[in-house]
């Protein structure tokens, strides 16, 4: 009789561990749950985040990603492709309301936001000197550029026909100047941070169109600016680093 009682107590213990089991099953689907919460909050304080920040862009103000964390590290708040063709528009717009015909087009590439302007918006033949109706041109770029996070890149090209004057001995010289002069000027004029801009001078060795025509040197002869995407910024020299490297 004793047996067969302790054989019965044995039987309800084996059918209540499945208990157990099951309550390990519901907290670890309780844990699961609150993660996925708890991610999909951070990611729509992001979504919210990025939002704000570029409808500044777009209304022309200066709010947009000012914090004092280290973009070159981390990439945070740094554009992506689809946040530069959304400003892209809205340069476009800002350009035609000018109702000039100035020569300027943009595109978004894998490079990030380039705004193609034309020699004739910006300077005269074998000249690096502004002529007044480029200031028009550059300060709609800097009203959208300035706010951003992302690299600046300014690029002088020329066309293939030679040059060679006292001040410039080549086309090398002419487009590094262009490119030079256009930095200077955002960086002077509207505050830009010079460690967030940097120019560059190709010459006639990166055409947009054969020097075969006139109307194709006239496009090869440009300043590109480029607002660099967000893998692209994370390669170059942040200024930041060499401080933080000063410091140890």
Do not use: C
Not at 80 to 94: A, C, F, K, T, Y
Not at 124 to 134: E, F, I, T
Request: glycine share 6%.
């Amino acid at each position: 009789m004793n047996k067969r009682f302790r054989r019965d107590l044995d039987d309800d213990d084996n059918l209540d561990r499945w208990l157990l089991t099951y309550a390990d099953l519901i907290t670890l689907l309780l844990a699961f749950f609150i993660v996925m919460y708890s991610m999909s909050q951070l990611d729509a304080k992001k979504f919210g985040k990025m939002t704000e920040a570029l409808t500044g862009v777009l209304r022309g103000g200066e709010s947009i990603l000012n914090e004092q964390t280290d973009h070159t590290k981390t990439g945070h708040g740094l554009l992506n492709i689809g946040d530069l063709s959304m400003i892209q528009r809205h340069v476009e717009e800002r350009f035609k309301s000018l109702n000039e015909e100035l020569e300027i087009a943009t595109e978004v590439t894998e490079r990030g936001l380039v705004v193609h302007v034309m020699e004739s918006a910006l300077f005269r033949p074998g000249s690096a000197d502004l002529h007044p109706k480029a200031r028009k041109v550059l300060d709609i770029v800097a009203d959208f550029a300035r706010p951003l996070p992302n690299h600046i890149r300014v690029e002088g090209h020329t066309d293939d026909t030679p040059i060679n004057t006292r001040i410039y001995p080549s086309n090398w010289e002419l487009s590094s100047a262009r490119a030079t002069e256009v930095v200077r000027y955002l960086i002077d004029e509207h505050g830009i941070p010079a460690d967030r801009i940097s120019a560059l001078g190709y010459g006639q060795f990166r055409p947009v169109a054969p020097n075969n025509t006139a109307e194709n040197r006239a496009r090869n002869r440009r300043v590109d600016i480029v607002v660099l995407t967000m893998e692209l910024t994370l390669t170059e020299p942040s200024s930041s680093l060499y401080d933080m490297t000063a410091q140890k």
